[in-house]
């Protein structure tokens, strides 16, 4: 892409179809992977991780989507189940120096799946879910429902990340914490949000010596911009 307007016209060209994933350049050293999360159409950050390219161009960019399905099965232009997924994502971080995934909510738990299968630098995450298990106990999901009787080899080996957290990667983690959520809960009349994004999630990992908790989302390009410069 010659500038940040054609990127984005060329996304939102991919956008429109029903691929999985589109990618940014392939002539850098260094790798940044975004994962969109369930609640989102089209490719996530778009708009922040190309305004960043283009102000360094010194990175190249992999988006991938898989609307409520957590990224367990196939996807589009990929693979027929998460197999050809890691298989396409190794063959693509080979070629790089350093790698970073981020992600929001499945985005995140998308992010800290491949992230720790795939031995990247580091992670970024923003209220990712830890536990599949949990979330579709207590939300009685139909998509994770669907997921791990469709998937259940996938299922039984990711379905919580503690199983799978890699002690070479970094991992910066952000959770709006359970009394923000439990505010949202009051005002949606349910406990989607607690569930999803609340402090257990947190929990589960935060015993491990390379994950790290941020304070704000908006902490997010400052950690891409250190990832960057080191």
Known sequence: MVNYDNAIQYIETQEASDISYVKIENNNKKLIVSFASNSHDGFERKSSLMKLKYERNDFDVLYLRNRRRWYLGGLNGIGKNINCTIAFLKREFAKYDKVMCVGNSAGGYASLLFGSLLNVNCVITNNAQTDLQYVKNKLNQP???????????????????????????????????????????????NVRSLVLHGDYHYDEIKHFPNVSKFNSNR??????????EE
């Open 143 to 189: 998509n994770l429902i669907n997921r791990s009787k469709q998937c259940p080899v996938t299922w039984s080996k990711y379905n919580k990340i503690v199983n799978v957290l890699n002690n070479d990667v970094l991992y910066n983690v952000f959770y709006k914490g359970d009394d923000f959520c439990q505010k949202q809960a009051e005002l949606r009349g």
């Open 219 to 228: 902490d997010i390009i400052p950690l891409i911009e250190k990832f960057l």
